[in-house]
């Protein structure tokens, strides 16, 4: 076959996720070439076989060719994927490196990097960066803030927790030392009585960590050539005072220092303030804030979020709004990090986008996704307070050394109570009613307690090594416990009169349409909620992973809490992506609480399930789809 440009591929990729004739303004708008050069790349793809149909409604994939293309597009898939890494693996270590380096360390010939070296060039292209090339070495040039942009942003998309864990991001910063500096810091924030909000924290710390890894060898006047727009004059002392600490402690010594401590200031600014004190707001209205306050009660209410603490919440909340109000209004694009949070985080998101259409529609503005992603970081750390708070345990204890119950409660209480509620303290398990029996995780001193119960075995005096035994135990009670509901949940609410195998080509508008049709058939929802379904898709996709796709109502009123589901082996064709599975959810509103653990819990499950996916076809029935999801 022929080989194609990457420009030719993207052509393909564009034309393939249609199915319908594709105009050649939509083209070249996305792709932003000439209509001539267009024409020009579908001639020299078509030079050996009509693998593109053209005609006065635009182009189309030859049916004859489609399998063919979608082999050659799931490579290019695979090769984007090594031109991200090969990218991180060049910034993180920052400098010029022998090909065969990176050749021995990505476990590929020299000829395969050669070929993949376009690919690098047009990713890079985007941050206004290329490669370089000279005697067998190859670096990264261009600006530094593009580069440190383009490594943040790497480095968030390839991260599954963006709230609480700075340990994920270790590996990408090989050369710092990221536990010491990460403390260090935390501990000057608050040696000088400083507080950032916990949810803002770890995005500062991964900015620190960027600028930290890229500066060492950097001259820029990036930000000196704007006029400074700082009003937090504590935010300026603190930037300071981490740039000393760096350069005493850690003994990094910058080029431009001055540069460095701008760059920390601009992180920090808007959302540093003194201990005791709430974040800046004074500059907001009442009538601003009272009306942010309100959509955010009435979104959490609305999704089943009542354990948050939304008034601590609001204060920096409502100060990220009027900022990224300002941006929409005047089409800024602010992008501190890229975080994919719709693909690991997707009922966070969603929450996210209740809240900005909201917003959107008040102030008559348009809120791209990339802002989407920023307040979903505020209501992910939110979310993941109030699901700690919630995620207890019921312990029993049981022991027939004398006293050792005691022992154990006040050691299990003083380290780990605010995960645990102990239900009771018997001698031996056969003390236990039944219904606590069935319930509870057991925490015992007796090794011949029968196997098949939730225990976890500790010596009777409990040491640090039991109390340790006793967290990993009781994390693995909830999972297992949120995993049982949510299965639960999938086996009440699929039916046989809910689920479909087809083998039919259809687009997105095509399978919602299909189920929706379904679900007014069967009169569990009303004509209008096609339109809803619409409505909240086109906020934002709702495919994942390039996998599956969760449609859903924005507005939870079907008439009953049913699941749809669809397996169709010819694909469905959801924006750019191609997938086999769609389920539609359909809420009762008195049963708002299961759509949050239906929705969460079903992404979750369908993430990482290589058994499903990997068996589709063999899929001919709801058994054989619960066989494959359950399992």
């Given at each position: 076959m022929v080989k194609f440009t990457i420009r030719q591929l993207e052509i393909l990729k564009i034309i393939s996720s249609c199915?319908?004739?594709?105009?050649?303004?939509?083209?070249?708008?996305?792709?932003?070439?000439?209509?001539?050069?267009?024409?020009?790349?579908?001639?020299?793809?078509?030079?050996?076989?009509?693998?593109?149909?053209?005609?006065?409604?635009?182009?189309?994939?030859?049916?004859?060719?489609?399998?063919?293309?979608?082999?050659?597009?799931?490579?290019?898939?695979?090769?984007e994927e090594n031109v991200d890494k090969i990218i991180k693996y060049i910034l993180i270590k920052n400098n010029s490196l022998i090909v065969n380096e990176i050749t021995e360390y990505f476990y590929i010939s020299n000829s395969k990097f050669l070929k993949l070296l376009p690919q690098i060039n047009a990713q890079l292209k985007l941050y206004d960066l290329k490669i370089e090339r000279k005697n067998n070495h190859v670096s990264i040039i261009g600006d530094e803030q593009n580069k440190r942009q383009l490594l943040g942003n790497i480095i968030h998309n390839e991260s599954y927790?963006?709230?609480?864990?700075?340990?994920?991001?270790?590996?990408y910063f090989p050369n710092i030392p990221v536990n010491e500096i990460c403390l260090e810091t935390e501990n000057l924030i608050n040696e000088y009585g400083y507080t950032i909000p916990k949810y803002y924290e770890i995005n500062f710390l991964i900015n620190l960590l960027v600028t930290i890894s890229?500066?060492?060898?950097?001259?820029?006047?990036?930000?000196?050539?704007?006029?400074s727009t700082i009003r937090n004059y504590d935010a300026r002392i603190l930037a300071y005072k981490i740039n000393e600490m760096l350069e005493t402690k850690f003994h990094m010594h910058y080029i431009n220092k001055l540069l460095t401590i701008k760059e920390i200031e601009q992180t920090l600014?808007?959302?540093?303030?003194?201990?005791?004190?709430?974040?800046?707001?004074?500059?907001?209205?009442?009538?601003?804030?009272?009306?942010?306050?309100?959509?955010?009660?009435?979104?959490?209410?609305?999704?089943?979020?009542?354990?948050?603490?939304?008034?601590?919440?609001?204060?920096?909340?409502?100060?990220?709004?009027?900022?990224?109000?300002?941006?929409?209004?005047?089409?800024?694009?602010?992008?501190?990090?890229?975080?994919?949070?719709?693909?690991?985080?997707?009922?966070v998101y969603e929450v996210a986008v209740s809240i900005a259409s909201k917003i959107a529609k008040n102030f008559n503005i348009n809120?791209?996704?990339?802002?989407?992603?920023?307040?979903?970081?505020?209501?992910?750390?939110?979310?993941?307070?109030?699901?700690?708070?919630?995620?207890?345990?019921?312990?029993?204890?049981?022991?027939?050394?004398?006293?050792?119950?005691?022992?154990?409660?006040?050691?299990?209480?003083?380290?780990?109570?605010?995960?645990?509620?102990?239900?009771?303290?018997?001698?031996s398990t056969s003390d236990i009613p039944y219904r606590l029996y069935k319930s509870c995780l057991i925490i015992t001193t007796e090794e011949d307690v029968n196997r098949n119960i939730r225990r976890c075995i500790v010596s009777p005096f409990a040491s640090d090594k039991d109390i340790i035994k006793v967290q990993e135990a009781i994390t693995t009670f909830i999972k297992e416990k949120n995993a049982n509901e949510v299965s639960n949940l999938i086996n009440k609410y699929l039916t046989k009169d809910t689920f479909y195998v087809l083998n039919e080509k259809m687009d997105k508008y095509e399978a919602i349409n299909f189920l929706c049709e379904k679900a007014l058939d069967n009169n569990d929802v009303l004509e209008d909620f096609h339109n809803q379904v619409i409505s909240r898709e086109n906020l934002s996709s709702t495919c994942f992973f390039d996998k599956f796709a969760i449609p859903h109502s924005n507005i939870?009123?079907?008439?009953?809490?049913?699941?749809?589901?669809?397996?169709?082996?010819?694909?469905?064709?959801w924006n750019k992506s191609k997938i086999n599975l769609v389920c539609l959810i359909l809420i009762k509103r008195d049963t708002n609480d299961d759509f949050r653990k239906l929705y969460a819990g079903l992404s979750d499950i369908l993430y990482d399930n290589n058994l499903l996916f990997n068996n589709i076809d063999k899929i001919k029935n709801l058994d054989d789809f619960l066989y494959f999801l359950l399992k």
């Open positions: 199915n319908e004739y594709i105009t050649s303004k939509a083209i070249t708008s996305d792709l932003d070439i000439t209509r001539r050069t267009l024409i020009n790349d579908i001639k020299h793809i078509n030079q050996e076989k009509e693998i593109i149909i053209s005609n006065n409604k635009g182009y189309l994939i030859n049916d004859s060719f489609i399998e063919e293309i979608d082999d050659i597009l799931a490579d290019y898939q695979i090769e927790s963006f709230f609480s864990d700075i340990d994920n991001f270790k590996d890229r500066n060492p060898f950097i001259i820029s006047n990036a930000y000196e050539k704007s006029p600014d808007g959302f540093i303030s003194r201990n005791g004190e709430k974040p800046r707001v004074f500059d907001l209205s009442d009538s601003f804030v009272k009306m942010i306050r309100e959509i955010v009660e009435d979104t959490f209410n609305y999704y089943y979020l009542t354990s948050i603490d939304y008034q601590e919440f609001l204060s920096v909340f409502c100060l990220h709004v009027s900022e990224m109000i300002k941006r929409c209004m005047n089409s800024i694009s602010y992008v501190p990090t890229n975080i994919s949070i719709k693909q690991n985080a997707p009922y809120i791209p996704e990339v802002e989407i992603n920023l307040i979903a970081i505020h209501i992910g750390y939110a979310i993941e307070q109030a699901a700690e708070k919630a995620s207890i345990a019921p312990i029993i204890l049981v022991s027939s050394f004398p006293g050792s119950n005691t022992i154990l409660a006040d050691k299990i209480v003083k380290e780990i109570g605010y995960k645990v509620q102990i239900m009771g303290f018997y001698s939870q009123n079907a008439l009953s809490t049913k699941l749809y589901v669809m397996v169709n082996n010819t694909k469905v064709t």
